[in-house]
């Protein structure tokens, strides 16, 4: 037999050993991931989904996990609960009214208090809600309080910029909190503001120094909450950027913006300076804030500011969506751009509808993600099924969060229907129990309906040309 011959024998016969070795290696790093996945007790199809996902991603599946698996932030929430008991000066409303059970479920998720707002205006797509905005910056006289998940260095976030600029060189005091993942402002595109004594920091900056410390790649703010001298607030789902002015482009989102007056904007100030003191560090920030936000006398409307984040176990706003549908005796309506919900949600969703409600659900034709589109659409069968009304909103990209029920409930804010946001952003909502805003509310969701025709059901498709592609991407929505 020749050398070559002989090596390459000698090799091929080692070769089962290397092919045991791999095989057992690969049983280990499926049980010590499975276990660790299967301790997060997370909902079924999220355990199969990352298990799935990564058996087929042997030692590389591993290094996936610990940088966009699901993990909770204790040193945060310890933070947050000292500073929520230093600003309980807000005095706490009467729990009356038709919600007050699911009010109170607030204050229990959330810790914060019940609260009123004086004035609530709805603010439908940016023309509305920038103009209203850089006209309240330019009256602030103390200070203006921002945070936002994008802040695009555009032709709007170059406006909004200039106008803190001019506050801040007047001496009014300007903080900017931006995600460090979705906002493309740079530090350099703030100079101006910077020069000017205004502030910036960062949220989640990407931390890979120390390869045992998870990195915070999946744990943002997707909050966007503007206060201005403690006396006005923002709120809702519109960030800084183009997209989201019909001004600028045809293809803008729609979208659904607040401006709050009242009391609740304190709690709206407790939410900015929790976030600031973490992001920077300054626990004295919070007593700065409790001094410099003035009083504000009750309001008509009942209100009940509520957040959610990894650093809670509880998944307030989730809560507040599943117990508003189970407390519903005549409708349910909700928009939302991205549907992507858990068996609880489903669960209330079919449940109301089955009971005889008016179960409506507005999303968008086709998202910014084909994935989420898909996966949004896996659900519809068992949705039209039990009787729930899908229309698709198909002249813009519906990007409003809301969910009305009956004649005094309404829900607006910045969480999609989704997992991302129910258990892994940093989210603010807002639960209004006032016939007023319920109203309000009702007649901008019917506007939208004129440009969503409704879902039909139709025959039964095939798996391989429809039914898969919305199999996987359920599967998959999990790890999005």
């Given at each position: 037999m020749s050398t070559s011959l002989q090596r390459a024998w000698e090799s091929f016969a080692t070769m089962p050993h290397f092919l045991t070795l791999l095989a057992v290696g690969w049983a280990l790093y499926l049980l010590?991931?499975?276990?660790?996945?299967?301790?997060?007790?997370?909902?079924?199809?999220?355990?199969?989904?990352?298990?799935?996902?990564?058996?087929?991603?042997?030692?590389?599946?591993f290094l996936i996990y610990h940088v966009f698996g699901p993990q909770k932030i204790r040193r945060n929430r310890l933070?947050?609960?000292?500073?929520?008991?230093?600003?309980?000066?807000?005095?706490?409303?009467?729990?009356?009214?038709?919600?007050?059970?699911?009010?109170?479920?607030?204050?229990?998720t959330t810790g914060l208090p019940a609260?009123?707002?004086?004035?609530?205006?709805?603010?439908?797509?940016?023309?509305a809600k920038y103009t209203a905005l850089l006209a309240d910056i330019a009256r602030a006289e103390h200070h203006v309080h921002l945070e936002y998940y994008i802040y695009e260095p555009d032709t709007t976030g170059a406006a909004l910029r200039d106008a803190l600029v001019e506050r801040a060189r007047a001496g009014v005091r300007v903080r900017v909190l931006l995600?460090?993942?979705?906002?493309?402002?740079?530090?350099?595109?703030?100079?101006?503001?910077?020069?000017?004594?205004?502030?910036?920091?960062?949220f989640h900056p990407m931390r890979f120094g120390r390869i045992w410390r998870r990195p915070w790649t999946n744990l943002r703010t997707h909050r966007k909450i503007v206060v201005i001298d403690g006396r006005i607030g923002?709120?809702?789902?519109?960030?800084?950027?183009?997209?989201?002015?019909?001004?600028?482009?045809?293809?803008?989102?729609?979208?659904?913006?607040?401006?709050?007056v009242g009391k609740s904007v304190r709690v709206l100030q407790l939410v900015f300076a929790e976030d600031w003191a973490y992001a920077t560090g300054r626990r004295d920030f919070l007593a700065e804030v409790e001094r410099q936000t003035p009083a504000a006398d009750a309001g008509p409307i009942r209100t009940?500011?509520?957040?959610?984040?990894?650093?809670?176990?509880w998944e307030a706003i989730h809560r507040a969506h599943v117990g508003a549908i189970h407390a519903a005796k005549q409708r349910v309506w909700m928009t939302t751009p991205y549907f992507v919900p858990g068996e609880a949600a489903m669960m209330a969703l079919t449940s109301a509808a089955l009971a005889g409600l008016d179960v409506r659900l507005l999303v968008p034709k086709t998202s910014d993600s084909k994935l989420v589109t898909l996966a949004a659409r896996s659900y519809f069968g068992q949705l039209l099924v039990a009787g729930v009304k899908i229309y698709e909103y198909r002249s813009r990209l519906l990007h409003s969060k809301t969910l009305l029920v009956d004649d005094h409930l309404a829900l607006i804010g910045s969480a999609n229907f989704d997992h991302r946001s129910f258990r892994l952003n940093f989210e603010v909502s807002v639960l209004f129990d006032d016939a007023g805003m319920a109203a309000a509310l009702a007649q901008y969701i019917e506007r939208e309906f004129a440009n969503a025709p409704r879902v039909q059901r139709g025959r039964r498709r095939p798996?391989?040309?429809?039914?898969?592609?919305?199999?996987?991407?359920?599967?998959?929505?999990?790890?999005?």
């Open positions: 010590v991931l499975g276990m660790w996945i299967v301790l997060q007790k997370r909902e079924p199809v999220a355990t199969l989904s990352w298990l799935l996902g990564l058996a087929l991603l042997p030692y590389v599946g933070r947050r609960s000292h500073s929520r008991a230093s600003m309980r000066s807000a005095q706490i409303e009467s729990e009356q009214g038709e919600a007050a059970e699911l009010v109170r479920l607030g204050q229990a609260t009123s707002s004086a004035q609530v205006e709805l603010l439908v797509d940016g023309a995600d460090f993942v979705g906002s493309k402002a740079s530090r350099k595109f703030f100079a101006p503001l910077i020069e000017a004594g205004g502030e910036l920091a960062w923002y709120t809702g789902g519109m960030n800084i950027t183009d997209e989201q002015d019909e001004r600028l482009r045809s293809d803008a989102y729609r979208d659904l913006h607040m401006r709050l009940q500011v509520l957040t959610s984040g990894p650093d809670s176990n798996l391989l040309t429809a039914r898969l592609p919305e199999a996987l991407a359920r599967l998959c929505s999990p790890l999005l």
